[in-house]
């Protein structure tokens, strides 16, 4: 469960303050979102975004605009995609890379308030699909924006969501030690920061880091200082937050991570792909043979118990 510590509205400002401040280097941090993320976004577009009529679709939490650049090649000038962010930052980034490239439908952004609870700016039973990548496990109340989503899509709609933490991974007893027992031989920073953590020395650890580091240290500085000055003002918080706090709060329910088929129940399963058995390993040995090899047959074994999930799911209704 998400941590009772953090409000809604704190995630959610502090989700929105955080990506205003690091929105320029976002396609940095996130680069683990290449190529093959991209490969999937392309074969949706293809076999589940050709609508017989023109159509409208969201995609939430669009950050530099990574998904409206995948999917639009593959729909038409009469098609719409909504870009919706809870950063104004990230919404720009979105509207500059969009409007570099010559595509084919119209482009239209959106802002999401940052208020409790969430709402999203558009008519009930207005859209046709909702895409969202990486975005649901910075939700703290998921089943509410789940709900949101079921308003705002027509009946019969898509929801295609890319990307989040799969909780049959964490929940298994062999894969997620197995994962936790590699990664901490193989980056022995990762065994040391989840010790760091059930000892309460990551802050220390974090402090010394940037001590080393100073540039990146004065960088976070001012960053927790900004939040932090706003939360304060706004009343959203009483006391500072700490940096060691932070990814806790925007990656609110990565941890946990999601069921696929429990998202929305009542809705039809149409695809899902499960993978990332090795996560970490995977992003610091991409292209090492014995780290291809061990996936394939754990995703061979365990088909639908990856570490990370990509799930179309359709409302009832035609």
């Not at 000038?77 to 990230?90: N, V």
């Not at 649901?136 to 924006?145: A, G, K, M, P, V």
């Not at 019969?156 to 994962?179: A, D, K, T």
Request: proline letters at 7%.
């Amino acid at each position: 469960m998400a941590s009772p510590r953090y409000s809604e509205e704190l995630v959610l400002r502090v989700n929105e303050l955080y990506y205003d401040f690091t929105f320029q280097q976002y396609g940095a941090i996130h680069s683990e979102m290449g190529a093959n993320e991209k490969k999937r976004w392309e074969n949706i577009a293809q076999q589940f975004l050709q609508f017989p009529h023109p159509a409208a679709i969201a995609d939430l939490g669009t950050g530099n605009g990574f998904v409206p650049l995948t999917i639009a090649p593959f729909l038409r000038p009469h098609d719409t995609i909504h870009c919706a962010d809870i950063s104004a930052g990230m919404l720009q980034a979105a509207q500059r890379n969009l409007q570099a490239a010559t595509l084919p439908p119209a482009f239209k952004f959106v802002k999401i308030e940052s208020q409790a609870p969430l709402r999203l700016p558009f008519d009930s039973e207005t859209l046709d699909a909702v895409a969202m990548n990486s975005v649901l496990h910075h939700i703290r109340n998921t089943s509410e924006f789940l709900a949101e989503i079921d308003r705002i899509l027509k009946p019969g709609g898509l929801v295609v969501i890319g990307h989040e933490p799969n909780g049959l991974f964490r929940q298994h007893p062999f894969l997620w030690r197995n994962y936790r027992f590699l990664s901490s031989v193989i980056h022995p920073t990762i065994g040391a920061t989840v010790v760091s953590q059930k000892l309460r020395l990551y802050g220390p650890m974090m402090k010394l880091y940037y001590r080393l580091f100073p540039e990146k240290g004065e960088r976070s500085r001012r960053m927790m200082e900004q939040i932090n000055r706003t939360l304060i003002e706004e009343g959203i918080s009483q006391k500072p937050i700490q940096l060691e706090e932070l990814a806790n709060i925007t990656d609110i329910r990565d941890m946990e991570g999601f069921v696929p088929d429990q998202l929305l129940p009542n809705y039809r399963l149409l695809h899902l792909e499960s993978y990332d058995y090795l996560r970490v390993i995977n992003r610091h040995r991409p292209n090492n043979p014995i780290v291809g090899w061990y996936n394939r047959q754990l995703a061979k074994r365990f088909p639908t118990c990856g570490g990370t999930f990509f799930v179309v799911l359709r409302k009832p209704g035609e």
